[in-house]
């Protein structure tokens, strides 16, 4: 069966510091990767999608980065962290025979 | 641009009260539709789904369908409980335009005892 996995599940950083967030899937292959941000009692944003290695898509410029160095691997990046980067981070695939979004646990990140 | 409107939360009942949270999209293809379930502090879980017209989704007790002539998908349960407490998202994915997802914005539903 498949499985998705997010790290870390709670982070805390200072403003200005680096990110990196990942996202592992198991179980599956070529699947579509997706990135979502969620603001405190909001609903998702889509931040990335990626539809194979190498191949990012970004839906909302900011200053987060996005890559996928391998098939099952996504990674939510930053090189400096703004307060308003604070939120629940969700990663989520798709494809194969479903037609639905399978989410990861998520990651709490608070900017300091 | 296909798109999901969900009915303002957050919404408060009592234990073993009905629900229905209304949802209704729009969509230039032959979307499938969702009802994902969200408690605090996890990710999303799939509730129930629905890839044609006239189809009923159905889990734990929720249902809701598949309703083209109104493009509604709407979500009901007939008598809730205090776990029922989450936020409800209700999305559509195009097979027209590939793997797209779009999701409400969300319900926030407390059921109190």
């Known amino acids: 069966s498949q499985t998705i996995h997010q790290w870390p599940a709670t982070l805390v950083q200072p403003v200005g510091s680096p990110l990196s967030l990942e996202c592992t899937v198991e179980?599956?292959?070529?699947?579509?990767l997706y990135w979502y941000r969620q603001a405190a009692g909001r609903g998702l944003q889509l931040l990335f999608y990626?539809?194979?290695?190498?191949?990012i898509s970004s839906e909302v410029p900011q200053n987060l980065s996005a890559s996928r160095p391998q098939d099952r691997q996504f990674i939510l990046s930053s090189k400096k962290l703004l307060l308003s980067d604070s939120g629940f981070y969700l990663c989520?695939?798709?494809?194969?025979?479903?037609?639905?979004?399978?989410f990861g646990p998520g990651t709490r990140l608070t900017v300091l | 641009g296909d798109s999901v409107t969900q009915m303002e939360g957050p919404v408060t009942l009592s234990e073993e009260a009905f629900l229905t949270i209304n949802c209704t999209y729009t969509?230039?293809?032959?979307?499938?539709l969702f009802w994902y379930v969200q408690y605090p502090g996890e990710g999303l879980q799939l509730l129930l789904k629905?890839?044609?017209?006239?189809d009923k989704g159905s889990n734990k007790g929720f249902e809701a369908t598949y309703r083209k002539e109104t493009t509604s998908f709407h979500l009901e349960k007939g008598s809730v409980q205090v776990s029922d407490s989450a936020v409800y998202f209700c999305?559509?994915?195009?097979?027209?335009?590939?793997?797209?997802?779009?999701f409400g914005p969300g319900t926030r539903l407390s059921v109190l005892p």
């Open positions: 999305a559509l994915s195009d097979h027209n335009y590939g793997q797209n997802f779009v």
């Open positions: 179980g599956t292959s070529n699947p579509n």
């Open positions: 629905a890839t044609k017209a006239d």
């Open positions: 990626s539809v194979g290695i190498g191949q």
């Open positions: 989520a695939w798709s494809g194969g025979v479903s037609d639905e979004q399978f």
């Open positions: 969509a230039t293809g032959y979307p499938s």
